[in-house]
């Protein structure tokens, strides 16, 4: 089979499609012929060990983990003899988890793994990004126990965890205000964000606002700066940050016992089956900036490190 390779840290370059063995399904798992898979800013990351740390867990000098994408959408081409949800020609979506290794035309998964059924009104391109993007919005927005007549402030509106976010907030009621570039306000007001600060011309901090969560998706935020416009008693979520905001972080939630959402976010069956509800229903919908063949790699990275995706990016892989 064809997968997407890397065997040293660095530039978009260092990723390979090459030609590598198919895995084959243990008695407790399922082989998925995989169509779709999103490019992250954790596999970009991944992809640099940035930041450094990374490579204590996923290796020191070299990846151990050659083939990225953490999660996917497809077919199942076979299932395991011990396997009893799931048969041969069922659709779904999934997250890899640390296994990652979805950036291949095919991937084993557990049975009891993070998977759920494609909705029928979705493309298996729409699906693919689902555990990422929406998974972890959802995960940080239902740990900061967002109400309905809330306010809530999401910092970097047009990315994976920010279209998710607007969408979500909206869901469960709350007043969506939302910072981004001027290039991407019309697309998220489209997707029901309230107001708007565009930041090359404005300053959230002096609009005379207050907000029970303020979300930062993208890691840039200054936690001193967001404490200006946060109510009593609200709470801040650091979804992406990088070691000098967690550290700021940490600071504040100690020396002004303000309420910090941090850490890495824990996926959930539960969760993946009930985003895919919102989209059967219509409630959320997948907004995708490009969708590349498995040989554009380099290019579906270089998006990604740019910054300025909208949305997901997403590669293209049996069909």
Same mark, same amino acid.
């Given at each position: 089979?064809?997968?997407?390779?890397?065997?040293?840290?660095?530039? &978009?370059?260092?990723?390979?499609?090459?030609?590598? $063995?198919? &895995?084959?399904?243990?008695?407790?798992?399922?082989?998925?012929?995989?169509?779709?898979?999103?490019?992250?800013?954790?596999?970009?990351?991944?992809?640099?060990? /940035?930041?450094? =740390?990374?490579?204590?867990?996923?290796?020191?000098?070299?990846?151990?983990? &050659?083939?990225?994408?953490?999660?996917?959408?497809?077919?199942?081409?076979?299932?395991?003899?011990?396997?009893?949800?799931?048969?041969? #020609?069922?659709?779904?979506?999934?997250?890899?988890?640390?296994?990652?290794?979805?950036?291949?035309?095919?991937?084993?998964?557990?049975?009891?793994?993070?998977?759920?059924?494609?909705?029928? *009104?979705?493309?298996?391109?729409?699906?693919?990004?689902?555990?990422?993007?929406? %998974?972890?919005? =959802?995960?940080?927005?239902?740990? !900061?126990?967002?109400?309905?007549?809330?306010?809530?402030?999401?910092? %970097?509106?047009?990315?994976?965890?920010?279209?998710?976010?607007?969408?979500?907030?909206?869901?469960? %009621?709350?007043?969506?205000?939302?910072?981004?570039?001027? @290039?991407?306000?019309?697309?998220?007001?489209? =997707?029901?964000? /309230?107001?708007?600060?565009?930041?090359?011309?404005?300053?959230?901090?002096?609009?005379?606002?207050?907000?029970?969560?303020?979300?930062?998706?993208?890691?840039?935020?200054?936690?001193?700066?967001?404490?200006? @416009?946060?109510?009593? *008693? %609200?709470?801040?979520?650091?979804?992406?940050?990088?070691?000098?905001?967690?550290? $700021?972080?940490?600071?504040?939630?100690?020396?002004?016992?303000?309420?910090?959402?941090? #850490?890495?976010?824990?996926?959930?069956?539960?969760?993946?089956?009930?985003? !895919?509800?919102?989209?059967?229903? #219509?409630?959320?919908?997948?907004?995708?900036?490009?969708?590349? &063949?498995?040989?554009?790699?380099?290019?579906?990275?270089?998006?990604? /490190?740019? #910054?300025?995706?909208?949305?997901?990016?997403?590669?293209?892989?049996?069909?």
């Amino acid at each position: 089979m064809r997968a997407i390779v890397y065997t040293k840290y660095g530039a &978009p370059e260092v990723l390979q499609l090459k030609e590598v $063995e198919k &895995p084959g399904p243990k008695d407790n798992e399922i082989l998925v012929k995989v169509f779709a898979s999103p490019v992250t800013t954790g596999d970009a990351r991944l992809r640099r060990a /940035d930041p450094f =740390l990374i490579r204590l867990f996923f290796g020191l000098f070299r990846p151990k983990i &050659p083939i990225l994408g953490g999660s996917l959408s497809g077919e199942i081409e076979a299932i395991g003899k011990s396997v009893t949800r799931f048969k041969k #020609g069922d659709q779904i979506f999934a997250s890899t988890g640390r296994k990652m290794s979805s950036h291949a035309e095919y991937a084993t998964l557990a049975e009891d793994g993070l998977i759920a059924f494609k909705p029928h *009104n979705c493309s298996f391109e729409e699906v693919a990004s689902i555990p990422f993007g929406d %998974g972890t919005s =959802l995960y940080f927005l239902k740990k !900061a126990n967002i109400q309905a007549g809330q306010k809530i402030l999401i910092i %970097g509106g047009s990315g994976a965890l920010g279209v998710a976010a607007i969408q979500l907030s909206k869901y469960f %009621g709350a007043e969506v205000h939302v910072v981004c570039s001027s @290039v991407n306000v019309q697309m998220v007001k489209s =997707l029901g964000a /309230d107001r708007v600060f565009d930041y090359t011309n404005e300053d959230f901090t002096e609009s005379g606002e207050a907000y029970d969560i303020i979300y930062d998706t993208v890691g840039k935020m200054s936690v001193k700066k967001a404490l200006k @416009v946060l109510k009593k *008693n %609200g709470q801040v979520i650091v979804a992406a940050g990088l070691m000098t905001q967690m550290l $700021e972080a940490a600071w504040f939630s100690l020396s002004k016992k303000v309420k910090i959402i941090a #850490g890495e976010m824990k996926e959930s069956k539960a969760d993946l089956e009930f985003l !895919a509800s919102l989209y059967e229903s #219509g409630k959320m919908h997948a907004v995708i900036d490009r969708v590349f &063949p498995m040989e554009e790699i380099h290019e579906a990275h270089r998006l990604v /490190d740019s #910054g300025r995706k909208k949305g997901n990016v997403i590669i293209s892989i049996s069909r």
